[in-house]
């Protein structure tokens, strides 16, 4: 499985970004794609996870109301819109994908290359 994520790049606090990410190859057991993100410093923490084909939703501890998780199951993508975002939400968001949905790192086998949302004041 090959993921892609694109959308990240600067934005100022209070504003709005939409982050994609598109699976390929064999995504068959890997109907689970989720968000982490990483800031400088920090360890990865979780955003969000969706399994597609039900729709069913994960949020992580404070995430939910200003991130959005979505996604399209014909298209093998997920999206995450971020509202009102804080310089505190300035990191590498990274796709991950599992047939879990879980907000366990482990638990996602494929893992795509970050995509930077840098917050400014």
């Known amino acids: 499985v090959q993921l892609q994520a694109s959308g990240g790049g600067l934005v100022q606090a209070g504003g709005s970004l939409r982050l994609s990410c598109a699976a390929s190859?064999?995504?068959?057991?890997?109907?689970?794609m989720g968000w982490f993100r990483q800031a400088p410093g920090r360890e990865r923490e979780f955003v969000a996870a969706?399994?597609?084909?039900?729709?069913?939703?994960l949020y992580g501890d404070s995430m939910k109301g200003r991130f959005a998780i979505s996604g399209d199951n014909a298209k093998k993508t997920i999206y995450l819109q971020m509202n009102t975002l804080k310089p505190d939400d300035t990191a590498a968001y990274y796709c991950?994908?599992?047939?879990?949905?879980?907000?366990?790192?482990?638990?996602?086998?494929?893992w795509g290359q970050g995509t930077q949302v840098t917050v400014s004041s």
């Open positions: 991950a994908a599992s047939g879990l949905l879980s907000a366990f790192q482990s638990a996602y086998d494929y």
């Open positions: 190859g064999r995504t068959a057991g890997s109907d689970v």
């Open positions: 969706l399994r597609l084909s039900r729709e069913w939703t």
